[in-house]
């Protein structure tokens, strides 16, 4: 059985995710309860809400390093949740829904979540989520702290590293940290054929295939932005970034 490590002041003791703040949002609460003891367990400080008001003014005030955010919740869902949160700050957020539903899927990634589950779903893959999330956070603020020179240009497409700015024909494009570290990825080696696996394994730090969905979403989710003609399927094997001919 998992136990709870917490110190005098009854925070979290110094583990992997000490100190970096949780709010899971659910309104079933042997849900919530389950998810908060195992990110206890992990070294996480966790707050909960149960529904929409609640999870927006929480995330205002006690400002988490990350949101997880049912869907459906009552006063209001977890998409418009979503909306307010991040329209106060940038936040990482994971989304869980319990319809397998790709359009839902789709447009929680296009109000600004990074990542999805289906329910019902592993506490081990969840944590495991919710630290990837954590370190591509890292990763950003880091890229920003020492920039690599010059911009990559691929006609019109425009990849600002230092600013993890996009632009398509000098228009700026917003573009979740996921979607960002997506593009870099299939950027880096252009006309190139990744695997959704190889996609997965590098973007997410995630390694296991029953994830392979989350690339198809956040790709269709990118086409949406950037145009769906530069990234090019093959099919039963991956992704490319179009480039203009030499």
Known sequence: MEQTHTSHNGTAAATPGAQRRVLVVEDDQTIVDAIAARLRAEGFVVQTAGDGP????????????LLILDVMLPGFDGLEVCRRVQAQRPVPVLMLTARDDETDMLVGLGVGADDYMTKPFSMRELAARVHVLLRRVERATLAASTPRSGILRLGELEIDHAQRRVRVRAEDVHLTPTEFDLLVCLANTPRAVLSREQLLAEVWDWADASGTRTVDSHIKALRRKIGAERIRTVHGVGYALETPAP
Do not use: G, K
Request: hydrophobic residues 50%; glycine residues 0%.
């Open 54 to 65: 609640a999870a927006v003014d929480t995330a205002e005030a006690w400002q988490p390093d």
